[in-house]
């Protein structure tokens, strides 16, 4: 205001004739509004019409972009604004590709969806203005909506369109999306510089860390062939596992997937007793097979030797002697 | 026999079909002892009445619950082959199939023969012949070996290369003292050392060597044999154990025996009374002195003879002389014997693992021939002791304390075989079998039916990876005890 006021005394010295006669035919106008605005309590605007820098100031109450000025937030407002011209826009453009309304087999035909939008502290930033439960919801409905047809777009190769529709709903999905999305899926082994998988087994209280590298055959064509060794804290198999029946658990694995002298294996396992031991060896060496050769693990998973047995020990309850056994009876 | 079963079949089933009251009555009567002179059960009777026409009936389930209750013995009698759920016919007789019948699959393996042990073999398995003087059927063989042969139906083992190398070995010997032969077998349990001593008793056999096999040398130091004490040798003798001795090489080595003879005259039973005496004199064949001796069946000569015997084996240049010792680790323990004061009488101190030491550690040798023995590492009674463990290098599974104590008197005989000293040479048998053996190995159960599985290149390279290549974990709990149904 202030700057204004001396922009306006400096032109009363300095403005032109030429811009003052200029005025004149209007001036009667302008002296109204002056008039009209000094009795409203406005601050005089130099209603000159004189080149300058406030121009438009001077002359006219510039109107704000959007009416929405005029709320107390007017940032979420023209948001969501935008998100339902957005949506009035797809819609028209789907139904004019005749891709609304879709047939129930068609939208029960299309791929799951699994959006994940920004929390409601995302959204604050984002909006400028506390987002509370309702406006969250307001929100996310118009998003799961304009997702939907970018859905449709997506699955009909309406590509332009979904792309479009996907550059405004990307706004909204939170940065943690696949992190989301990946929750509760076994993170996937990676084989490191020589080729090795590590993987860890449990069972019982027993676990089990299996390195697995393949064999390295040899060239020539008198070759013997190749086999399989299996160090358990470095100690051979047939000298750390004694009983048969714990030996042909850990190579039941290899046996299903048929490829016992592929790879060689070696493992520290700790914690527990030998069927404990040798059930965590031989899921550790399931999870290998399936991280160096991916196409088996549906077959593993059908077999179930890459799930991890949940079977524990049965805590002793109040009243029994144990888990399950009950005192003696007695009848008096 | 077929014959036999039906007619009993026939007259069983004629039994079966007169079944009544009358017959049953007659099983009851059948039982014996108490049961017949006990006094006649009461007929029971029925609450609120039979049924009409449900009297018969009644009467036969209450005789049946009586029969039931009698806890005598009751008589045999053959289902009638009427009531077999799969019935006989000529084409599926009630038998088993004849492959299962016993001794009617044979391996048909080549013999294993000194000729078969070359390079080009190793991986092939060879059967041992079965003729009354085979060391293996004379000698005895260790319990785990006896036991395989007990399930296959001929005795038979696979050709290795350290088979191949043992046999060279002998070949070289066959020309010197035994003093520069003396090999002891050592590797890890199971890994074939007895096995391996074993084919090499039966290829000097084959080649005409004169062969003395101990293959459990802890039972002369287990106290299951008589002992005395001598005081002209001051060593307390084992007359049960040179008996068996005698008597056996003489079953072996009957032949050479025959042709060698004494080089001075032997007085056989001099302790005895003079009646029992006998004078051989010298020039006389050595078996006409082990026949004499195994005559007398009270032992007392044995000690003696077997002493001249070995002492003209010594000295003899005809045929090469071969000791094989397995359990060899054994006699370096205190043996199971007590002395008058009970204390446990040491090794040396007994007459025939004395002998056996004495061989071993070079103070006395044969002419030509061999000492050959084979460590037993997986009895936990008779552990390798210190001292071989140090003069062999084998090794040491557990940390050991130098304050230890160590024999001298063993330390004397062990320190004979230090390999690097022109002692006992260590000759250590692989630990795994190579794919081609273990091959050969699993075809020969294979062919002899032990098998549950059909898949079975799966079950091969599955045990293999199992038992880590090691022989007996790959046979014992292996092949022989797989889980897995076919």
């Known amino acids: 205001m202030l700057r204004r006021q001396a922009v306006f005394s400096l032109r009363r010295c300095y403005g032109t004739t030429a811009s003052l006669r200029q005025a004149a035919p209007s001036s009667q106008a302008t002296r109204l509004d002056d008039l009209r605005a000094g ?242 060896l031989a899921h550790g060496i399931a999870k290998g097979v399936v991280a160096h050769e991916p196409d088996l693990e549906t077959l593993f998973r059908r077999t179930k030797l890459t799930r991890r047995d949940p079977r524990m020990v049965e805590r002793k309850k109040t009243g029994l002697a144990k888990a399950r056994k009950r005192y003696t009876w007695v009848k008096r | 026999m077929s014959s036999s079963i039906l007619s009993a079949a026939t007259s069983g089933a004629a039994s079966c079909s007169q079944r009544s009251l009358v017959t049953s009555r007659l099983l009851v009567q059948q039982t014996r002892g108490a049961a017949q002179k006990a006094p006649a059960v009461k007929v029971a009777q029925s609450i609120g009445g039979v049924k009409k026409g449900q009297k018969d009936k009644w009467e036969r389930k209450i005789s049946r619950e009586y029969t039931h209750r009698q806890h005598d013995i009751p008589v045999f009698t053959r289902m009638s082959e009427d009531k077999l759920k ?137 106290s299951t044999t008589t002992y005395t004490y001598d005081l002209r040798t001051q060593t307390y003798l084992q007359p049960q154990a040179s008996y068996r001795i005698v008597e056996k090489l003489l079953t072996v080595n009957s ?42 069946k009270s032992f007392q000569s044995a000690c003696g003879t077997l002493e001249v015997l070995m002492r003209e084996l010594e000295g003899q240049t005809k045929f090469p002389v071969l000791m094989a010792i397995d359990d060899f680790q054994s006699l370096f323990h205190d043996t199971a014997y007590r002395d008058p004061f009970f204390r446990p009488i040491k090794s040396h101190h007994l007459s025939l693992p004395r002998l056996i030491l004495e061989y071993a550690s070079g103070k006395r040798n044969f002419a030509k021939g ?64 190579s794919v081609e053996e273990a091959q050969a190995l699993f075809e020969v159960w294979k062919d002899d039916l032990a098998l549950t599985n059909s898949r079975h290149d799966e079950s091969f390279m599955a045990k293999y990876v199992e038992s880590d290549g090691n022989p007996r974990d790959f046979v014992w709990k292996g092949v022989l005890a797989s889980y897995a149904p076919s």
């Not at chain 1, 007017?74 to 005749?98: C, G, H, K, S, W």
């Not at chain 2, 390079?119 to 059967?127: I, L, M, S, Y």
């Not at chain 2, 304390?401 to 690097?420: I, M, W």
């Open chain 1, 39 to 280: 009795i409203l309590g406005r601050t005089q605007q130099p209603t000159a019409n004189t080149e300058g820098v406030d121009d438009d100031v001077r002359k006219y109450k510039v109107p704000p972009s959007s009416p929405s000025f005029y709320t107390a937030r007017p940032v979420f407002y023209d948001q969501v604004a935008q998100l339902e011209r957005a949506i009035a826009t797809a819609n028209n453009a789907l139904r004019r590709a005749q891709l609304l309304p879709l047939p129930a087999f068609a939208r029960a035909s299309l791929p799951p969806i699994h959006p994940v939008w920004q929390t409601k502290e995302e959204m604050t930033q984002h909006f400028q203005t506390k987002m509370t439960l309702a406006r969250y919801r307001k929100v996310t409905k118009l998003l799961n909506e304009l997702n939907d047809y970018h859905r449709i777009a997506n699955t009909a190769g309406v590509n332009d369109l979904a792309n479009k529709i996907y550059s405004i709903v990307s706004l909204f999905e939170s940065s943690k999306k696949d992190a989301f999305l990946a929750r509760g899926k076994r993170k996937p082994v990676v084989l490191d510089v020589y080729g090795r998988s590590y993987t860890v087994g449990k069972r019982k209280t027993s676990s089990a860390r299996v390195w697995m590298i393949p064999v390295q055959q040899q060239e020539s064509s008198s070759a013997p062939l190749p086999m399989t060794t299996i160090l358990v804290n470095n100690i051979p198999l047939n000298e750390f596992f004694p009983l048969p029946a714990d030996r042909e658990r850990i190579t039941r694995p290899l046996k299903v997937a048929g490829i016992l002298g592929k790879y060689n294996v070696f493992s520290i396992v700790r914690g527990g007793g030998t069927t404990g031991q040798s059930g965590a």
């Open chain 2, 86 to 222: 799969l019935p006989k016919t000529d084409k599926s007789p009630a038998v088993l199939p004849e492959q299962f019948q016993p001794m009617s699959t044979s391996l048909n393996l080549p013999l294993f023969e000194p000729k078969a042990i070359t390079r080009k073999n190793v991986g092939t398995a060879a059967g041992f012949d079965l003729t009354p003087t085979n060391p293996a059927k004379v000698f005895g063989l260790p319990k785990k070996m006896f036991l395989e042969f007990r399930i296959l139906s001929t005795p038979c083992s696979v050709i290795r290369d350290v088979t191949v190398e043992t046999k060279h070995k002998l070949e070289k010997a066959k020309d010197s003292s035994s003093k520069d032969s003396r090999i002891v077998l050592t590797g890890r349990a199971g890994c074939g050392k007895s096995f391996l001593l074993h084919q090499a008793v039966q290829y000097a056999k084959s080649e005409g060597w004169i062969v003395l096999y101990i293959p459990r040398a802890k039972t002369l130091i287990n």
């Open chain 2, 255 to 296: 032949d050479a025996l025959s042709t060698l003879t004494l080089s001075a005259p032997f007085t056989l039973g001099a302790d005895q009374d003079k009646s029992k005496v006998q004078v051989f004199k010298e020039g006389t064949k050595l078996s006409e002195l082990a026949q004499a001796c195994v005559k007398d």
């Open chain 2, 370 to 433: 061999a000492f050959l023995s084979a460590l037993t590492a997986s009895d936990t009674q008779y552990a390798i002791p210190l001292e071989l463990q140090d003069t062999l290098e084998l090794g040491n599974r557990h940390p050991v304390s130098p304050y230890v104590q160590r024999s001298e008197t063993l330390l004397q005989y062990a320190s004979g075989l230090d390999a690097n000293a022109g002692g006992l040479q260590n000759l250590k048998v692989p630990e795994k079998f």
